[in-house]
Every structure is written in C-alpha cells, then in structure tokens.
C-alpha cells in the first residue's frame, strides 16, 4: 500500500488562489462508467493534470492532491481505476483493493484514461495535458508515456519500474524504450520497493533513445516520501514540488 487513509499530500510552494473540487462520474467507451474527483482552479493558467493513484484506487490522498495542484491554477482530475469490477464505491479502508488490481488490464486502464482526456478537453478547452501517478500510478504514467494521448509530459512518483501490466508485452522498465513524451521520474533513494539500479537503468534507456527526461532518487529517502506527515523529508517533497510545477510550466509553452 502507498498511502493511509491518513496521508496528505505537503503544501504546494506557492499557490495562485483558491480551488473548488466535486465528486464525478466519467464514463470509458465501452460504456463502464467509473469514479473520478475535478478540482477546478480559482485562477487557472491553462495547464491540465490527469492524477493516477496508487494501488488503491481513488482515496481522498488523490483529492486532496488534486484541490493543492489546483490552488497553483492547474486543474486537476484525479481518476479511480476500479469502476468495472468494484463499481462506484468508496475507496477507504474498508476496500479491499488487491482482487481488483490484480483485474485491471492496461487496454481498459487507457480507455479510462482517454475518457478523462475527453473531459478536460470538453467544450473546446485546448490547455495542455499531463500524467502525474503514484506508486502503480506511477508505473501506468510511464505505460502512458507511449501512448498518444495529446499529453505534453508524464510524472512518475516511485513507479515501480519491474510491475508488468496484464495485457502488456514486458515490464515497465522493459518499455521505457518505446517512451516519446518528456519525463520527470521522482524516486526515493531508500525505497525498499523500487532497487536504485532499477531506476538508473530507466535513466540511462531513457537517455539512449533520446526523450527529454529527468530522472532523480531523493538520498535516504523512502517509498511513499511525498507525504505532510513525513516532516525528516519536508525538503525532498518541497523540491519535488517545485520539479513538479517547473516541468509543468515548462512544457505547457
């Protein structure tokens, strides 16, 4: 499990206003309809993220992620990915979230992702794309790197790089060399999950096919880094905070 129900995602390092979010309901196009949560920025710059969760799905971390982004002037969606086996329900700790994991398959965890892309791009809205996952998250924001969406960037929190997808042709890491968007790949240097040596292979593949990429292990470091609660690694979240909205801002030019 990546985060509690009590982890909370570290303030932004600067905001840009207010943020208001809802509960809502996208539907895939083979009709499964699934949960989602839009915060919407008082101040927006235009730019636009599709949030992947961990392995638990939509839990209140992911809207409480999406309100901070938005509060920057990002409009955040944040999307569950267990609508056709666990329907609608509440993702808390009452949820017992691995049968469902072991279900998902990479086609239909796109086809939820192109449903979300076809929201934030309703009514005409053009603002640039991006993928920011967590931990499974993570891994699929680096599956969806190869994909064309009409995302400008993919961001992977400790994506484990070794998970292999049902329905794909190897590993994440094994795919890495088929990635053509930018990537910022944020990893804990002492993850326990996720060998150092994984992530400079992801680095050094990324590096030999030629996409724009930047990849770090914060030192001492664990997996899950990115919390409030976790004040010894306030300046790693802080600095990937700030990679974060840099390479946001960067890309959306």
């Not at 309100?67 to 329900?89: C, K, N, P, Q, V």
């Not at 998250?137 to 994909?147: F, I, K």
């Not at 484990?160 to 990537?183: M, T």
Request: glycine share 10%; with cysteine; hydrophobic share 40%.
């Amino acid at each position: 499990m990546c985060y509690d129900s009590n982890a909370r995602p570290p303030e932004p390092p600067k905001t840009n206003g207010h943020a208001h979010g809802e509960d809502i309901v996208l539907t895939a196009k083979d009709g499964t309809q699934f949960a989602a949560y839009i915060a919407r920025p008082s101040n927006p710059t235009g730019a636009q993220v599709i949030i992947y969760p961990d392995i638990r799905g939509l839990h209140q971390f992911y809207k409480e992620l999406a309100l901070r982004l938005a509060e920057t002037g990002i409009r955040a969606l944040a999307i569950d990915y267990f609508g056709r086996t666990a329907g609608l329900s509440a993702r808390d700790d009452s949820f017992e979230y691995m049968p469902h994991v072991q279900q998902t398959k990479v086609d239909t965890l796109f086809a939820d992702a192109t449903a979300a892309c076809n929201y934030l791009r309703a009514d005409g809205n053009t603002g640039p794309i991006f993928i920011v996952g967590f931990c499974f998250g993570g891994s699929l924001s680096l599956m969806t790197g190869r994909e064309d969406f009409g995302q400008k960037g993919v961001i992977a929190f400790y994506a484990g790089l070794s998970r292999v997808f049902p329905g794909a042709s190897g590993s994440v890491l094994d795919l890495a060399k088929d990635i053509h968007y930018p990537v910022l790949g944020l990893f804990g240097g002492a993850d326990a999950h996720i060998p150092v040596s994984d992530v400079q292979k992801l680095d050094e593949t990324l590096k030999q096919t030629g996409v724009e990429h930047e990849v770090l292990a914060y030192d001492g470091a664990p997996h899950s880094f990115f919390d409030r609660r976790s004040t010894e690694f306030a300046e790693a979240s802080s600095d990937a905070w700030t990679r974060v909205l840099n390479f946001i801002t960067t890309h959306s030019k």
